[in-house]
């Protein structure tokens, strides 16, 4: 996107944004995610643009391209040129981040009607419902604990952000980027839906753990009590996968590949209770586990021999005690520098 100054619209006008939200992949995520870290003002808006377009449900249609882009280009056009009449219930500070809200998903709802239908002309009248956005933001070296308005209980990992929609009670659908812990209020009748990257976790009521970063290669589930069912949120089939307590699904986002196995809690959710644990870990798990953990910059000097692995726990253990502990226990030197550890292997 080359404009100075970002609103829904224009994300929703991005075909580059639509690819993303639709289609996601490693190389979107990536991409996207650094955007949002070189224009950290304009991330809520992308957020809210995000959350409105994954909730559009699409069909295949037999239409070309060149329809499609005629009709996408005209609905977007009629819909920036609309005119609402509750713009002016706001104060004029917020009269114009209400418009863009509005017009946004007043263009979504005409546009999936186009979509959908097949039909041409516009409506006379167009209902349009505001929703807002909370973000649970941790950045690096911060976890958090905290409720949702349904009791559902999260703990919310470093780098990690949870995107709240405020009609939560109505669908109880959330929005993950990073990784967190659920233990999820059973409310009869009522799915809890987790959107992390290209999968959809469902429950009833259950305890599990989601790990998302979207620079990471892999998206893990696992479960530790209840009943999941996980789903390709681009899948337009109803299959799914379902896990049972103590499995753990891998979903691998280049190749679209599932894996189940098992695997213990003690491992996979110590992380919330302040323990941070290598299991086997390579070099490049160990270095992303320390930046986030700590809100350092791990640097690597030389070459560590073939296959090397860390295997260990650090129970709340300060950012020297780890250094000297990886030292002691992998005979490699650990230096303290400023914001940056250094890991120098002979």
């Known amino acids: 996107m080359k404009k100075k100054k970002f609103t829904i619209e224009d994300f929703l006008g991005d075909k580059n944004f639509v690819e ?8 979107h995520d990536f991409f996207w995610m650094k955007w949002m870290e070189n224009h950290p003002e304009h991330r ?18 037999h239409h070309s391209e060149e329809r ?14 609309a005119r609402y009449p509750y713009q002016e219930l706001y104060k004029k500070d917020d009269r114009m981040v209400w418009f863009r809200v509005a017009a946004a998903i ?24 505001q929703i807002t956005f909370f973000e649970f933001n941790n950045p ?23 995107i709240i929609p405020s009609d939560f009670l109505e669908n109880r659908k959330v929005e993950l980027f990073g990784e967190a812990y659920f233990e999820v209020e059973k409310r009869f009748g009522s799915n809890f839906t987790v959107v992390s990257g290209e999968l959809n976790t469902l429950v009833l009521g259950t305890k599990f753990n989601i790990q998302s970063y979207p620079e990471d290669s892999l998206i893990s589930i696992a479960l530790v009590e209840g009943l999941v069912d996980v789903k390709n949120g681009s899948d337009t089939s109803k299959s799914k996968i379902s896990l049972e307590p103590n499995q753990k699904l891998r979903y691998k986002r280049k190749t679209r590949e599932y894996r189940k196995s098992d695997f213990k809690a003690s491992d996979e959710i110590a992380w919330k209770d302040g323990m941070l644990v290598f299991n086997h870990s390579g070099l490049d798990e160990v270095k992303s586990k320390i930046e986030r ?19 260990g726990c650090f129970d709340n253990q300060n950012i020297i005690n780890l250094a000297e502990s990886i030292s002691f226990a992998k ?16």
């Open 20 to 27: 993303w939200v639709k289609n996601p992949s490693k190389e």
């Open 331 to 346: 005979g490699i030197k650990c230096q303290l520098k400023d914001n940056e550890l250094i890991l120098k292997f002979n």
């Open 68 to 81: 499609f882009n005629r009709v996408f280009d005209k609905i977007l056009m009629d819909t920036r040129s």
């Open 106 to 129: 007043s263009f979504l709802a005409i546009f999936s009607f186009f979509l959908l239908s097949g039909y041409h002309e516009k409506p006379e009248s167009e209902e349009t419902s």
């Open 44 to 61: 809520p808006t992308l957020l809210k643009a995000r959350h409105i377009l994954s909730n559009i449900k699409y069909r295949e249609l």
């Open 293 to 311: 953990w700590y809100d350092v910059q791990v640097k690597i000097i030389g070459r560590p021999e073939e296959n090397w692995q860390l295997t």
């Open 140 to 162: 690096r070296g911060k976890r958090s604990s905290f409720r949702l308005p349904d009791s559902t209980y999260v703990v919310l990992n470093a780098e990690s952000s949870l």
